[in-house]
């Protein structure tokens, strides 16, 4: 049987119709479309901005914090000043922080107040070790490290990691409501430290003689105490637990609604 | 001495029943109690009469009509005869000297008991899970009450969130519904667990705390 087809018998003026002319149509679309987009990416980097300013500092500095949709980063060093760094999204949104005494206010939500949405604004702050941070975001992550005296507070409202490292405060106090919390650091005699998250993990990592009241409640039962545990807790079915590490000397409250608590030691 | 003891003893006295002691003491009060005195010459006379005209006296012609006159008229001027028999009987039970002996007293006693027991388990099998069902009710409405209450302002920032929504860019949009979902969740979750378990103490904490993130996350949301 005589097979006919196509492909059997390709003359010069076939192969050109077939594959160089379509070639040369899509090369002739492609081109306006490259064009376009090749001019759009300047536009956008030109939107982005960026500002850094430096503040100058005593060793007790507070500052506050409130954004509205971005990732926020607190670090210390060694200098009695405050950097802080941003990236601003869009060109519409204002940043302008205030600085009264030794207090530095950032307020992007009062800033923009009427703009609509003004998409992320992501901080970078540089600060004195002593000194004491108050954050705020609607959504987003915050990362603090390095922190030791002074106060912590991070508060997420909507969904977001918290990650607080090597932190030595009198005072913590980490929320979200969707997202994991991480506290790497020590509990100060006296201290009050409260972590809380409706849908993500809690884990808190200490030194092994750390010393402090435990108040932790997950409806889920997911509490993991490791090496804090002892006979002297008191718990609710596994939902909550109640009990002193050491001689309880801060004040600890973890709450989590559905996700884990873990302790670790360092 | 009383009136009410002098009264009775009036009778031994005009019979010269009653011992010396007695006597005087009964003496002493008559000379002072008016009524008590009316009421001794009373009887006296009455005695003294029958005493006199004994057999003098001719029977009725038809005692059971005279009786029966005597007992209407008696009727008449007692309109509630009943609460004067209940109470002459309540005052017979209770004047009553009782005298009981050991196994009488013994069968008193249990008779007591078993009436107890059997009106406890009566009452028990009737209305037992009554009252328990009852204090769950209670409890769970005050649970509802109270997120109804909390409720009312939700819905008030719900209202304002709805106005400014439009202005969010989508994203925001997005998470703010998600969020919101997992919080409604938790709520939920609590409020199931509350109303299997009315004194969950947990649940609450937990209910309380959704709620009020829930508050917070429509307070912060609203000023975007």
């Known amino acids: 049987m005589r097979e006919i087809g196509f492909w059997k018998s390709p003359t010069p003026m076939k192969l050109s119709y077939l594959i160089l002319r379509p070639l040369a149509r899509?090369?002739?679309?492609?081109l306006p479309a490259v064009m376009v987009i090749s001019c759009l990416v300047p536009v956008q980097c030109q939107a982005q901005q960026k500002m850094s300013k430096r503040y100058p500092a005593g060793k007790n500095v507070r500052i506050s914090l409130k954004n509205i949709s971005g990732t926020i980063v607190v670090e210390s060093w060694k200098k009695d000043e405050i950097r802080l760094s941003a990236t601003i999204e869009s060109p519409n949104a204002h940043v302008?922080?205030?600085?009264?005494?030794?207090?530095?206010?950032?307020?992007?939500?009062?800033?923009?107040?009427?703009?609509?949405?003004?998409?992320?604004?992501?901080?970078?702050?540089?600060?004195?070790?002593?000194?004491?941070?108050?954050?705020?975001?609607?959504?987003?992550?915050?990362?603090?490290?390095?922190?030791?005296?002074?106060?912590?507070?991070?508060?997420?409202?909507?969904?977001?990691?918290?990650?607080l490292s090597n932190i030595n405060a009198s005072q913590v106090v980490a929320q979200n409501t969707i997202g994991n919390i991480f506290?790497?650091?020590?509990?100060?005699?006296?201290?009050?430290?409260?972590?809380?998250?409706?849908?993500?993990?809690?884990?808190?990592?200490?030194?092994?003689?750390?010393?402090?009241?435990?108040?932790?409640?997950?409806?889920?039962?997911?509490?993991?105490?490791?090496?804090?545990?002892?006979?002297?807790?008191?718990?609710?079915?596994?939902?909550k637990y109640v009990g002193d590490v050491g001689d309880g000397r801060s004040s600890v409250s973890v709450t989590n609604f559905s996700g884990q608590i873990t302790f670790l030691r360092k | 001495m009383n009136c009410e003891k002098c009264q009775e003893l009036?009778?031994?006295?005009?019979?010269?029943?009653?011992?010396?002691?007695?006597?005087?003491?009964?003496?002493?009060?008559?000379?002072?109690?008016?009524?008590?005195?009316?009421?001794?010459?009373?009887?006296?006379?009455?005695?003294?009469?029958?005493?006199?005209?004994?057999?003098?006296?001719?029977?009725?012609?038809?005692?059971?009509?005279?009786?029966?006159?005597?007992?209407?008229?008696?009727?008449?001027?007692?309109?509630?005869?009943?609460?004067?028999?209940?109470?002459?009987?309540?005052?017979?039970?209770?004047?009553?000297?009782?005298?009981?002996?050991?196994?009488?007293?013994?069968?008193?006693?249990?008779?007591?008991?078993?009436?107890?027991s059997l009106i406890t388990v009566v009452g028990l099998r009737r209305w037992g899970t009554g009252p328990l069902e009852t204090t769950r009710q209670f409890e769970a409405s005050n649970v509802n009450d109270r997120v109804w209450q909390r409720q009312q302002v939700i819905n008030y920032w719900n209202q304002r969130i709805e106005l400014n929504k439009v202005r969010w860019s989508a994203e925001m949009r997005a998470t703010f519904d998600r969020n919101l979902q997992v919080i409604?969740?938790?709520?939920?979750?609590?409020?199931?667990?509350?109303?299997?378990?009315?004194?969950?103490?947990?649940?609450?904490?937990?209910?309380?705390?959704?709620?009020?993130?829930?508050?917070?996350l429509l307070k912060e949301f609203s000023d975007l």
């Open chain 1, 26 to 30: 899509a090369g002739l679309y492609a």
């Open chain 1, 96 to 163: 302008v922080p205030k600085q009264v005494d030794e207090n530095l206010v950032v307020d992007v939500m009062n800033d923009n107040r009427g703009r609509g949405d003004v998409g992320d604004v992501n901080f970078k702050l540089q600060v004195p070790v002593d000194s004491s941070v108050d954050l705020e975001t609607r959504r987003g992550n915050i990362y603090v490290s390095n922190l030791r005296s002074g106060s912590v507070r991070a508060h997420v409202s909507s969904e977001g990691d918290i990650e």
């Open chain 1, 183 to 239: 506290f790497d650091g020590e509990f100060a005699g006296g201290g009050t430290y409260e972590f809380k998250s409706t849908k993500g993990d809690i884990t808190i990592r200490i030194p092994g003689n750390s010393a402090f009241r435990l108040v932790a409640a997950s409806p889920a039962k997911k509490i993991a105490l490791g090496d804090f545990w002892n006979n002297g807790f008191r718990t609710q079915d596994g939902r």
């Open chain 2, 10 to 116: 009036i009778h031994d006295l005009i019979d010269g029943a009653l011992s010396r002691s007695d006597e005087l003491l009964l003496n002493t009060h008559l000379q002072e109690c008016l009524d008590c005195e009316n009421v001794r010459q009373d009887l006296s006379s009455i005695l003294t009469y029958c005493q006199t005209h004994r057999g003098e006296y001719e029977a009725p012609a038809n005692p059971q009509a005279m009786w029966l006159r005597i007992r209407n008229v008696v009727e008449a001027e007692h309109p509630a005869p009943q609460i004067a028999r209940t109470r002459s009987f309540l005052n017979g039970f209770f004047g009553r000297s009782w005298e009981l002996s050991f196994p009488q007293l013994a069968a008193f006693t249990a008779a007591v008991v078993l009436c107890v």
């Open chain 2, 184 to 216: 409604d969740q938790a709520v939920s979750q609590s409020l199931n667990e509350l109303n299997r378990n009315p004194h969950d103490e947990i649940s609450e904490q937990m209910l309380n705390e959704s709620l009020n993130d829930k508050l917070a």
